[in-house]
């Protein structure tokens, strides 16, 4: 299994639509979760963090379950701005090396 | 400058040439990163350091070696450049290696011919 695996994109939605990106990962001795967006041709971004069950941010909501070792990311009330790729990040396990493993991200292409 | 820069913007090498990428951040970060981003592979990491002094393997470091003499810079030099070095190039840092939030430059892209 992977370390951290998300949705296949892309999604196509239309402005005020809500969408939600699933992520699994593989370690469980995670304690810390993060979602970054990273804009086409761009340097990846920080969205939100994840420490406890989850994190709201305006549209934005961030659920864990540990039990299932799954992340969700809603966005609510989609705009235009919000097409991006969003990147499912956990901490890598010991014998990774480094410190964050990256999803291979999900794309997300807002239409009016 | 502020925050976290990246030199060259976009590269074209020759294979078995040697280039360096530079990065440099000014906000005396402790920890710093390199990555490198591929269609299909997401972002990989390929060395990091902790602090000035030291650096360790990440997930894709064959090919690759880093040292890190001061707290601002941290180049990836290629010493002899492969096409399967063809990829787009990101350098990071954060203020702990504790915390999540990386800080990540612009990237440079590499093209190995």
């Known amino acids: 299994r992977k370390e951290v695996e998300q949705d296949p994109g892309p999604f196509n939605v239309p402005e005020g639509a809500t969408v939600a990106f699933n992520c699994t990962y593989s370690?469980?001795?995670?304690?810390?979760f993060f979602w970054y967006r990273q804009d086409c041709r761009k340097e990846p971004k920080l969205l939100m963090s994840?420490?406890?069950s989850g994190n709201e941010d305006g549209r934005f909501t961030a659920q864990l379950n540990r039990a299932s070792q799954y992340i969700s990311l809603l966005i609510r009330d989609s705009k235009l701005s919000d097409s991006a790729t969003y990147l499912c990040?956990?901490?890598?396990?010991?014998?990774?090396?480094?410190?964050?493993?990256f999803g291979q991200g999900t794309e997300l292409s807002v239409k009016p | 400058i502020a925050g976290i820069t990246q030199a060259p913007t976009s590269q074209i090498l020759a294979a078995g040439r040697r280039m360096t990428l530079r990065c440099t951040q000014d906000?005396?970060?402790?920890?710093m990163y390199w990555y490198r981003q591929d269609l299909g592979l997401g972002l990989r990491l390929i060395h990091y350091?902790?602090?000035?002094?030291?650096?360790g393997k990440g997930e894709v470091p064959d090919g690759y070696s880093v040292s890190r003499a001061n707290t601002d810079d941290f180049p990836l030099p290629l010493a002899s450049a492969v096409p399967s070095q063809t990829s787009v190039y990101f350098c990071?840092?954060?203020?702990?290696?504790?915390?999540?939030?990386?800080?990540f430059g612009p990237g440079t892209r590499l093209t190995v011919l």
């Open positions: 990071a840092s954060s203020d702990s290696d504790e915390t999540g939030e990386q800080f």
């Open positions: 370690n469980s001795a995670s304690q810390s």
């Open positions: 994840v420490y406890s």
């Open positions: 990040v956990v901490p890598a396990s010991y014998n990774q090396g480094g410190k964050l493993i």
């Open positions: 906000m005396r970060h402790n920890a």
């Open positions: 350091s902790n602090t000035a002094g030291t650096t």
